[in-house]
């Protein structure tokens, strides 16, 4: 009589015994599939404010917290869209307040916010004309950039972010605008433009007339130069992508200067550099210039280079 081997217990895959009678660990748990990220809110759709004008108009923005984007537009409208993202945008853009009469266009954060907004900008870059060196001994613009961030930095805290501006203006309308942190960027023809940023980048496409650029953490652009410029940052660098004629006083604290001039304009240099290469490489003019086509540059870096070059028509 056959009596069946007892085959034993059964266990399922990867238990029994190894070669060499030791047993097979089990297999590790399955691994959990992450979790799906949760979904970003949609963004809301941006309010509108539109106005019309007779011509050029003066524009006064004043903001805490987001990108500034401005258009000179030939015609007569007069346009802001607040662009919020998430709910802090959307509350504060509830909040603005925006008015237009008179040929006078104002853009300002909440009153409490615009206040430290205006003492703190203010106190950041009094004197950025020409009274302090950034940079330089004392450390008196580093002071009041660290300030300026600091009080910046706990003021956005309290009223949140995500607001951007997009504004349409006319042709050589004026522009003032200060920021707290985000960019500011006008593209087209202003009669002046003043901007202000404790910290973010500044951009203007052209200057025919004057403007004023300032940052205390970030770079500035400028396009085309065929006015009176100011351009100056504490930390970051400073592009002129094409200077015509004018005038051009640019510095820096910590940050490269670069300087691009038009082929066949006159050009005259007073550059210096605390730490950093100072580069000039411009051809002779022929003959007797253009009484229009002359340029004057006046260029300080604290720590940075300064380079000067020409660019063809």
């Not at 940050?255 to 290469?277: F, N, S």
């Amino acid at each position: 009589m056959n009596i069946p081997e007892n085959p034993g217990p059964s266990f399922g895959p990867g238990h029994g015994s190894a070669p060499g009678g030791a047993p097979t660990p089990p297999p590790p748990p399955a691994a959990s599939a992450p979790p799906h990220p949760a979904e970003e809110p949609a963004p809301a759709p941006p309010l509108v404010h539109s106005f019309s004008a007779d011509g050029p108009i003066d524009m006064n923005v004043q903001h805490v917290r987001g990108n500034v984007s401005v258009r000179a537009e030939h015609g007569h409208a007069v346009r802001v869209e607040l662009r919020p993202r998430g709910e802090a945008g959307r509350e504060l853009a509830a909040r603005m307040r925006i008015d237009f009469s008179g040929g006078h266009l104002r853009v300002d954060a909440p009153a409490d916010e615009a206040g430290n907004l205006s003492a703190t900008v203010g106190d950041l870059f009094r004197g950025s004309g020409g009274d302090a060196e950034p940079g330089g001994s004392g450390g008196s613009f580093a002071d009041r950039l660290g300030a300026a961030l600091r009080t910046l930095t706990r003021t956005a805290g309290e009223i949140g972010s995500g607001l951007d501006l997009d504004i349409v203006v006319p042709v050589d309308s004026r522009a003032v605008v200060s920021v707290g942190v985000g960019d500011i960027r006008l593209h087209g023809s202003f009669g002046r433009a003043d901007l202000k940023g404790a910290t973010g980048d500044v951009e203007l496409s052209d200057v025919d007339g004057t403007a004023q650029l300032v940052t205390g953490t970030g770079s500035v652009t400028i396009g085309a130069l065929r006015g009176q410029a100011t351009a100056t940052t504490g930390t970051g660098s400073v592009r002129i992508s094409r200077a015509e004629r004018g005038t051009l006083r640019t510095r820096t604290g910590v940050g490269d200067i670069q300087i691009r001039v038009l082929e066949g304009t006159a050009t005259r240099l007073d550059l210096a550099t605390g730490l950093g290469d100072r580069s000039v490489d411009l051809t002779p003019t022929d003959g007797v210039p253009d009484a229009g086509r002359t340029l004057e540059i006046e260029a300080r870096a604290g720590t940075g280079s300064i380079r000067v070059e020409r660019v063809r028509d």
